[in-house]
């Protein structure tokens, strides 16, 4: 093979290169935006089932005992400090993550963790509700009073 050969394949092989390093990174990009307006429609559908939840348990405090609001808070605590310490590993991963360039790959991995944990979270609520709702049909002591 020639030099002069060589060069115009080196150089045809860089603008192949180039050229799929830019249609790469156009997927990357559509990819990102897709995730982006996904998150973004499930953030918002959470906060409303959040609100919605929020008012469900507003309601069954008005009903509840003092000791069932102490039990409550108590395990809301256990819950909320065990979310931040998520949320802070989280940052530190993702601080990895952007340093070792692999951040695309590490949000992906993430959303899905956190997609999973929020379904067994939702399940926990499904079942807690139909607890609930199953211990309200039935008669209470005393008074024979349903709710």
Known sequence: MKLSD???TLAENART????????????NARNEEMMAGARKWQETTMQRQDEMNRQIRSYFEEAGENVR???????????DQFQKMREKGEEMRAAAMKSGHFPEWAE??????VGFAQKM?????NAIATATEA????????????
């Open 6 to 8: 060589m060069f115009s």
């Open 17 to 28: 290169y180039e050229q799929r390093m830019a249609e790469w990174q156009d997927q990357m």
């Open 70 to 80: 102490n039990q409550w808070q108590t395990m809301q605590s256990a819950w909320e």
């Open 109 to 114: 991995a993430y959303a899905a963790q956190m």
């Open 122 to 126: 939702q399940d926990e609520a499904a």
């Open 136 to 147: 309200h049909s039935k008669p209470k002591d005393n008074n024979n009073k349903t709710g």
